[in-house]
């Protein structure tokens, strides 16, 4: 695993206060979206901040989808908790047939402004990068165990799972801390993700693989 940083310690604490402000607003008492969007956009713009903020780098083993199923990377990724609705793999809107065994490297980025789905993809593409499939994701978690180290949550918008036509999309979770791990599935909010979230992506121009024996 590497970070790279582009924020110094003075931005970071500066934004942490401005978001923890803003997240007390909230609890208060009402606060209107357009008026949190306004205050976020402040935040980035008095920090002078980048919109978008490579968090860390990690390397994953991919794992072909013929040998190993959804369930079981469920079961070797080691999770204190997870969501069973996982295990179903006929609910997953699946994205990324995974041929053969090769290691890449996964990228974690920081979202400073609200993000939906589309603006994730957006971002990720702008750092050069596409969405993790769920089976990508779930390999991310297996090769990954001290993942949580961020302290903050992973989402994965590459792969979804739907129950019913009556249900939203959810997406799969990776939070926690260093003690416990939970894999979730949760819907896009309303309003957007926000920047207490991570979101992970891979090159989208093919890296060279480091292929694998497994």
């Known amino acids: ?6 924020l110094t310690d003075e931005q970071r604490g500066k934004l942490d206060r401005k978001f923890d402000e803003i997240k007390r607003r909230l609890r208060d008492g009402p606060l209107e979206f357009q008026e949190t969007m306004r205050n976020l956009q402040d935040c980035v713009i008095e920090s002078e901040l980048p919109d978008i903020d490579i968090f860390e780098t990690y390397t994953v083993a991919l794992l072909p989808s013929q040998k190993i199923s959804i369930a079981q990377l469920v079961t070797d990724g080691l999770y204190d908790e997870f969501d069973p609705r996982i295990l179903h793999s006929g609910y997953c809107r699946e994205n990324n047939f995974v041929r053969q065994a090769e290691v890449r490297t996964a990228t974690l980025i920081r979202i400073y ?9 957006q971002s990720l593409m702008r750092k050069g990068l596409r969405p993790l499939s769920a089976r990508e994701f779930l390999c991310f978690g297996k090769s990954n165990p001290n993942i949580l180290s961020t302290g903050l949550p992973i989402v994965g918008v590459g792969g979804a799972w739907r129950l019913s036509h009556d249900y939203p999309e959810e997406y799969l979770y990776l939070e926690g801390s260093q003690n416990k791990r939970m894999l979730k599935l949760k819907p896009e909010p309303e309003n957007g993700w926000l920047t207490d979230h991570v979101f992970i992506g891979f090159p989208i121009k093919i890296e060279p693989p480091m292929y694998s024996s497994l």
Request: charged share 20%; net charge positive.
């Open 113 to 121: 402004l609200p993000a939906s789905k589309n603006r994730v993809i």
């Open 1 to 6: 695993m590497t970070r790279n940083q582009c």
